[in-house]
């Protein structure tokens, strides 16, 4: 039976860490291509001097977002950062709060307003950029938790190497003991 268990041990261990280095792998790779994808981009949030009332980060409309003034666009945090943060907030100012939709039909119905034509134009190029940076984030995010999965995994592993190591030292030592328990009938004649 002990056979048995230390095999299923040694295949437990050999599953659980070749799928945490998958995992790890896949997570990382994801990440990698998500911080080279927007990094050639060249995207960054108005510099630190934006940090003022009436600037491009105003203090009173951003503060969620002052803290990444000047840096790149170059990870799923600040993908969504900016795309919530910045480009949603403009895009909300352009017609009022309306969406790329309702403009859509409005200038749909009236051709010739140029105004409705800009904030069509402009709207569905803001959304555009927005839903590409939070697709961004929703990989990165992926990528993150199923690196975080292979950890977990290969702390499983450990843990069942760690099972297997015990079940081999109490295997040892009941050999040890029946070694000596034979040693000893052996020296002592049967009564």
Do not use: C
């Amino acid at each position: 039976m002990r056979w048995r268990i230390m095999s299923l041990q040694v295949v437990l261990i050999v599953v659980l860490g070749a799928a945490a280095a998958f995992l790890v792998n896949e997570g990382t790779f994801v990440n990698n291509t998500v911080h080279d994808q927007l990094a050639a981009q060249q995207i960054f949030f108005p510099p630190a001097s934006a940090v003022v009332a009436g600037g491009a980060l105003d203090p009173a409309e951003f503060s969620d977002i002052t803290q990444y003034a000047g840096l790149p666009v170059d990870s799923g945090v600040t993908a969504k950062a900016y795309a919530d943060g910045f480009i949603g907030r403009h895009l909300n100012a352009i017609a009022g709060g309306k969406t790329y939709a309702q403009v859509s039909s409005a200038a749909q119905k009236d051709p010739t307003n140029a105004k409705l034509a800009g904030q069509k134009a402009a709207l569905f190029q803001g959304d555009t950029l927005r839903n590409m940076l939070l697709n961004a984030w929703g990989w990165s995010t992926l990528a993150t938790y199923t690196t975080y999965g292979g950890a977990g995994l290969l702390l499983a592993a450990v843990v069942v190497l760690f099972a297997l190591a015990f079940e081999i030292l109490a295997w040892r030592r009941e050999e040890v003991a029946a070694t000596k328990v034979k040693a000893a009938r052996k020296l002592v004649p049967a009564l």
